[in-house]
């Protein structure tokens, strides 16, 4: 089954950029959507398909997707953007939703 | 405004069967293309997609818990329900329903724009 890979924790300075990975084998062929998640709250969609921002979700967060690596990109860190980040797909092939393993992003 | 809740037990004991409801509003399970997921979340751990439900009535479930899932839909309550059988203290976690919601060309987005707030269920005798 596909595999997404996160690295367990970033840690930035504010007013810094975050940049956060996901790994799979050629992702970039695949659509991959971002979801942050705050403590005890429900996950909220960040970026879907790899690019594109809901409404209200602000333009210093970003997304890329080539190769073997999806990344989360956040511009200019404040505090309220600690959280845990997750990265997702839908394996076409298996008929599954993937998650990757998630990302604490830490604000020094 | 789309909304969903989830709704069950706090407690289960092991070998009881699971009942989940996700009960939704600004939006119909019969428009082509929605969908209804269920997410499951253990404390700490990374997010487990569970199933999914179409508008035309077909259904997903994850590999590794096929045997033990069913998920239906009551269109006129505007309703989901999960059903897993034989609950083990493993499966103690916090279970999210989550939407696909339907695109302009006639298939469905495969990113979860709305998500219930969650409800706790431990699995304890």
């Known amino acids: 089954s596909y595999v997404l890979t996160q690295p367990p924790s970033v840690s930035v300075a504010p007013g810094e950029t975050a940049r956060i990975t996901c790994g799979g084998n050629?992702?970039?062929?695949?659509?991959v959507h971002w979801y942050q998640q705050k403590p005890g709250q429900a996950p909220v969609l960040v970026i879907f398909?790899?690019?594109d921002r809901p409404s209200g979700i602000p333009e210093r967060i970003s997304g890329s997707n080539s190769g073997n690596t999806a990344t989360l990109t956040i511009t200019r860190v404040e505090a309220g953007d600690e959280a845990d980040y997750h990265c997702q797909l839908w394996d076409s092939s298996a008929d599954h939703v993937v998650f990757g393993g998630g990302t604490k992003l830490t604000v020094l | 405004q789309v909304t969903l809740r989830e709704s069950g037990p706090a407690l289960v004991k092991p070998t009881q069967t699971l009942t989940l409801t996700c009960s939704f509003s600004g939006f119909s399970l019969t428009t082509s293309g929605m969908c209804v997921n269920w997410i499951r979340q253990s404390p700490g751990k990374a997010l487990e997609w569970l199933a999914r439900i179409d508008w035309d009535d077909d259904e997903y479930y994850a590999t590794s818990l096929k045997t033990r899932l069913t998920v239906s839909k009551d269109t006129s309550k505007n309703q989901v329900v999960l059903t897993m059988t034989n609950m083990d203290p493993v499966d103690t976690a916090t279970y999210y329903c989550?939407?696909?919601?339907?695109?302009?060309?006639?298939?469905?987005?495969?990113?979860?724009?709305?998500w219930g707030q969650g409800t706790v269920v431990t699995v304890s005798s």
């Open positions: 989550a939407r696909f919601s339907p695109l302009s060309n006639g298939g469905h987005s495969e990113a979860f724009d709305i």
């Open positions: 398909y790899d690019t």
């Open positions: 050629n992702i970039g062929s695949r659509s």
